[in-house]
Nanobody, 124 residues
Framework: QVQLVESGGGLVQAGGSLRLSCAAS????????MAWFRQAPGKEREFVAA????????YYADSVKGRFTISRDNAENTVHLQMNTLKPEDTAVYYC?????????????????WGLGTDVTVSS
């Protein structure tokens, strides 16, 4: 089992920045593929970014490419999502997700472990 706890969400003005963190426990972190998803009110959950267990390969949704950066700290069992130049359309609940390495070749999913999410609100 893997437990994931997100933090770092909040209210920010458009153009601002936030850094989300996800702390993982329960399994060797370095053997996990990690990802961030988000779900805006009234919309389906969507992929945001992923980083594979081996690093440094990273993948991004087109909507966040060039503004968001995903990174991992295997010593701290943590994955981060640095979000810059935030837009009102980035408003959503952001979820951290994990899966065992080699479980899929698609960075979109599936992911078997999920956190409870952290709220991000971007005001215009």
């Amino acid at each position: 089992q893997v437990q994931l706890v997100e933090s770092g969400g909040g209210l920010v003005q458009a153009g601002g920045s936030l850094r989300l963190s996800c702390a993982a426990s329960g399994r060797t972190f370095s053997s996990l593929d990690m990802a961030w998803f988000r779900q805006a009110p009234g919309k389906e959950r969507e992929f945001v970014a992923a980083i594979m267990w081996s690093g440094p390969s990273t993948y991004y949704a087109d909507s966040v490419k060039g503004r968001f950066t995903i990174s991992r700290d295997n010593a701290e069992n943590t994955v981060h999502l640095q979000m810059n130049t935030l837009k009102p359309e980035d408003t959503a609940v952001y979820y951290c997700a994990a899966r065992r390495r080699y479980s899929s070749t698609s960075y979109y999913g599936p992911y078997g472990y999920w956190g409870l999410g952290t709220d991000v609100t971007v005001s215009s």
